[in-house]
Antibody
């Protein structure tokens, strides 16, 4: 059974950097059949795709966040991480990591499954 | 970005009702359409992928259909555990985008 678990500070000050880690069990982040990504959900609102990373370290980001976001892979620990710089209150949300099924062969994304439990990050001084 | 518009935003229904939720994309997404169910305080879970394929374990009362820009999620006979929020999501074009959600409530 594949499981993802997010971890990181629940409170970040404005203008600082949000850093989260997602630990994967039951699958390898080096798998060629999946991307690994981040999605967020502000309280009471909808879902926003942040970006993804592949086993070779290649990344794709949502253009709306691209200037502030960085996703990294640690294959030795089977983890992915998210860094979001210069945060504001608008970045307050539950952050989920998720496995993103892709076509094999090919690069097309298909769907997100499973998702981690999510972690609430509040941006406040 | 492809805009995904769900309707209705909220819906009150009774156990046993047939319910349809609609998702409209701002351009053709060629059936790259997924549905997720999110219960209060819980994680979104994949329900239907590729417009009409059901994720393992999803009850047969759920079904999906559509093409081009218009897609639907149908629950044939509502059960108490189906009261949740539902989100559509397109995986045709980056950035992947979600509908705003449909909250299904008990009447």
């Amino acid at each position: 059974q594949v499981q993802l678990q997010e971890s990181g500070p629940g409170l970040v000050k404005p203008s600082h950097t949000l850093s989260l880690t997602c630990t994967v069990s039951g699958d390898s982040v080096s798998s060629g059949a999946y991307y690994w990504g981040w999605i967020r959900q502000p309280a009471g609102k909808g879902l926003e795709w942040i970006g993804r990373i592949f086993a070779d370290g290649s990344t794709v980001y949502n253009p709306s966040l691209e200037s502030r976001v960085n996703i990294l892979l640690d294959t030795s620990r089977n983890q992915l991480s998210l860094r979001l710089t210069s945060v504001t209150a608008a970045d307050t949300a539950v952050y989920y990591c998720a496995r993103e099924r892709k076509t094999v062969p090919g690069t097309r994304s298909l769907w997100f499954d499973p998702w981690g439990q999510g972690t609430l990050v509040t941006v406040s001084s | 970005d492809i805009q995904m518009t769900q309707s209705p935003s909220s819906l009150s229904a009774s156990v046993g009702d047939r319910v349809t939720i609609t998702c409209r994309a701002s351009q053709n997404i060629y059936n790259y359409l997924n549905w997720y169910q999110q219960k209060p305080g819980k994680v979104p879970e994949l329900l239907i992928y590729g417009t009409s394929s059901m994720q393992t374990g999803v009850p047969s009362r759920f079904s999906g259909s559509g093409s081009g820009t218009d897609y639907t999620l149908t629950i044939s006979s509502l059960q108490p555990e189906d009261f949740a929020s539902y989100y559509c999501q397109q995986s045709y074009s980056i950035p992947y985008t979600f509908g705003q959600g449909t909250k299904l409530e008990i009447k």
